[in-house]
C-alpha cells in the first residue's frame, strides 16, 4: 500500500504539518483532466508547496500547470525542460501509478512502477542538488575508488533514477543524502538536514581527496 502520509520524505527534510496546495485547487486540476491519482492529489496537499523539497533543481507542476504530452500527463520537469516525468493517461485513475520520463531522445521510458517511488526518488534527487539546510557547495568528480569507499561507509537508498541520468543515493541517516550520478567515473554531492550529521560527512569525505570542478 502507498505512505499516503510520506514519512521518507518528511522525515529527510524535517517536515511536520502540511505545507501544500488548497484542495480547491487541486480539485480543479482533477476537474479539467477527468482523474487525478490519489498519491499526487496527497502529495500535493501535503507537500506541494515545499520549495527545497519541488525547486531546487526540477520543478513540480503546480496543479494549474500541468500539461499533456500526447497520451501522457506532465506533472514533473527538468530544470532545463530537456526532460520531463508524466503519467499515462489512462492511469489517472489509478491510486499509484507508473511513471514515465521522456528522455533526451524524446523517446518515452519507464521511469519507476509507482508514483511514491518516484516522489522519493526525486525527493533524495532534490536534497543532494544542494536542497538540504547543510549542504556542500560543490560537484566532487569521484573515481570507482572513491565511490567503493563511499558505498562501504554508507547504506544504498532503494530509490533511484535512471532515465534522465544514472542516479543513486545513500545515506545513513534518514536525513542526509550523498548523490552519484554516473559519468565516465562519478559525480557526487552530498548534504544534510541536521548540522552535526553533515560535519561529520565533511569530515569523511576530506579523507578521500575529493576534486571539485
Known sequence: MADMNF???RNLFHIEGNIGFHTDEIKRAENKWGALPAVLKEYYRQLGAHERLNRT???LRRPDELFERGEYLVFYIE???CVDWCIHKEDLGEDNPAVYCRNYNDEMVLESSTL?????AMALFQAGSWGMTHCDDEI???TEEQA???RKKYMKRKYELHQWL???FYG???DEVILMTENGDYDMTFGAEDGERFREMVEFMRGLGLEAY
Not at 116 to 120: E, K, M
Open 7 to 9: 514519512l521518507e520524505i
Open 57 to 59: 533543481q526540477n520543478f
Open 79 to 81: 530544470n532545463q525542460d
Open 116 to 120: 511514491t517511488d518516484f516522489l522519493n
Open 140 to 142: 566532487y568528480s569521484i
Open 148 to 150: 567503493e569507499k563511499i
Open 166 to 168: 544514472r542516479m543513486s
Open 172 to 174: 545513513n541517516f534518514d
